[in-house]
């Protein structure tokens, strides 16, 4: 057990448990018990992810403490716990950067929505997160990852892992890089239209994912949105594209049959209603019609991603087995070929659910 550790913080009780905890693919998390008894969750902040580590806790603490503002239920908006110094995080020996959470209590956290109803819920857990941050002011977040969501930079990397071909697996991977850069050419899309002024920018989550969202156990209804590493300002459609691409999906991320792999318009429609309706009146017109772009462009962002990683050697996401970031490449180059063999389908959604 980290005892020392966790004597660091201002727990209730004393802790009698620490293990393991939850499928992340960037931070190391751990579940503690206390005798009290209490639960709170630990991490170890990935420092290769997060070199700004007091830029990344001052976010979190602003976004937390605004949001409290309208409810002071640590099940409602993640809560961190104070170090006995008052600090929102402690350094270790080896400069390894931990925090501690309040867990939220009687809660689910889906890897895969089990109903239509889930992902609704879900969209609206987002949504609302959108539209409690909408006055919130953007210019006072730390940038943590410069260029989380910019795409052709996504690509400018992938082009500099497959330069360098750091894990000698460049051959191995070259179908599926040909597939990549034939989609090249539409990744500035969502971009240009905030370059050129069209699309405005907002303070937004960034890793909308359906296991960043707590429901209700008994109620299935939103408690609160986790994971806020990634809080700064973007595009909506990048936020609402994230959720689609991992909550709307027939398979899991790293599905190996990829006849199984796809995007589900009833699940697309469950998301966009419960996200849409969340927003209300805070969305612009082509903010709404640019939401099945962002879908199509955050998919295949993450599959440059996984697949520069591959390359790379596997050295930022996390991995259980060899080739497993192949393979979640594999899968999203198919989904965004599914997507937009779907286009118009997911247009006609989002006509009627803001109709
Ligand atoms: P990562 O950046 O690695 O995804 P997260 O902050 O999303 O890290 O945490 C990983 C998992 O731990 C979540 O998907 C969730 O299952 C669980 N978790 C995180 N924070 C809490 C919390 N406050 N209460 C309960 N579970 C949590
Ligand atoms: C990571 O931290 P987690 O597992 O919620 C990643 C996201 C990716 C996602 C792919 C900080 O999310 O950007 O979309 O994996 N987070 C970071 O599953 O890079
Ligand atoms: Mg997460």
Redesign the pocket.
Known sequence: MLERLLAQFTLEGTPVQCAR???????E?Y?VETDAPHAY?L?KI?RRVFPDVPGLMRNIAAVTEYLRRETPDPRRV?TLIPTVTGETYYLDEEKEAWRV????TD?L?LERPETEMDLRQSGFAFGTFQNQLALFPAETLTEVIPGFHDTPRRYAQLHEAMERDAAGRLREAQREIDEYLSQEHIAGDLKNLLLSGELPLRVTHN?T?L??V?LDAATRTPLCV??L?TVMPGLVAHDFGDSIRFGAATAPEDEADLDKVGTSLRLFQAYAGGFLSACGTRLTALEKETLPLGAVLMTLECGVRFLADYLNGDVYF?TSRPGQNLQRARTHIKMVRDMQAKMDGMRKIIAEETA
């Open positions: 905890y939850g499928n992340g693919h960037i931070n998390t579940r969750i991490q990935n993640l959470y309040e867990f939220v809660s956290c890793d994912k296991n960043n707590m986790i994971d590493d996390r």
